[in-house]
């Protein structure tokens, strides 16, 4: 079977779609970090007295 140039190209675009997207996926260690950043910029909003105890007892 002989293909056709449009036949070959179409399929090295089927090929290369599904590892392009592989290579665009994000790391979940960044995801992590990113996650960490967020969640920390959310915590330094909130502004505690330092007389604020905490909720447990540290014992040695």
Known sequence: ????????????????????????????????KAALKANR???DRIKLPMATEPAFVFKA
């Open 1 to 32: 079977m002989k293909l056709k140039r449009r036949e070959i190209l179409a399929g090295a675009v089927a090929i290369a779609a599904p590892l392009q997207a592989q290579a665009q996926a994000p790391d979940p260690t960044e995801q992590a």
């Open 41 to 43: 910029s959310q915590l």
